[in-house]
């Protein structure tokens, strides 16, 4: 089991992400999560983190399980995490950018997102959000770091575990 979980909650072409106030991954745009509690469940935990850094209270039952993220090495507790997304209303309704205690949210293109010449995102997006996003398949990806620097993502299918659907 790993102890974080990382989410992306999608409006149309958009998705909400945190700039953050704090490392890892300080000064860049990443999604919503953090450390999942002790007997807390990695759904329940993404339910738990986007309320505690956005203030909306989603529906447990719609956050989508779409895989792993694991690392080599980093500058944090764990070597991997959870990955869902959500899929907001059409009538959603959230003014951005909003300054919160962990950053800043705001809505962001999906293509800027996924664009490997972005240099304001946590570094490994680019490599795994068009996969979350356009594929059924669930993949673990697994990314190499030579001290900050990304080196590979390697792609691998995964067999569903029913604790994280």
């Known amino acids: 089991m790993y102890n974080y979980t990382l989410g992306f909650l ?3 072409n958009q998705i ?4 953050r106030n704090k490392s890892p991954w300080m000064g860049s745009w990443n999604g919503l999560g953090g450390k999942i509690d002790l007997n807390e469940s990695p759904k329940a935990c993404i339910k738990r983190e986007v309320y505690e850094e956005t203030g909306l209270d989603l529906d447990l039952n719609k956050f989508i399980y779409k895989g ?23 009538n959603f309704k959230l003014e951005t950018p909003i300054k919160v205690d962990e950053g800043i949210l705001d809505f962001k293109d999906i293509d800027w997102l996924c664009d490997f010449n972005n ?8 490599y795994f959000l068009p996969s ?3 594929e059924e398949i669930i993949y673990e990806h697994s990314c190499i770091f030579e001290g900050n620097l990304l080196k590979v ?8 575990c029913q604790n994280l659907l």
Request: positive net charge; hydrophobic residues 40%; proline residues 2%.
């Open 10 to 12: 999608i409006h149309k």
């Open 16 to 19: 909400l992400m945190l700039n």
């Open 68 to 90: 792993d993220v694991t690392w080599n090495t980093f500058h944090a507790n764990g070597q991997g995490l959870y990955i869902y997304i959500y899929y907001l209303d059409d």
């Open 119 to 126: 240099e304001g995102l946590a570094k490994n997006i680019p």
């Open 132 to 134: 979350i996003l356009k």
């Open 153 to 160: 993502v390697n792609k691998k299918r995964l067999k569903i």
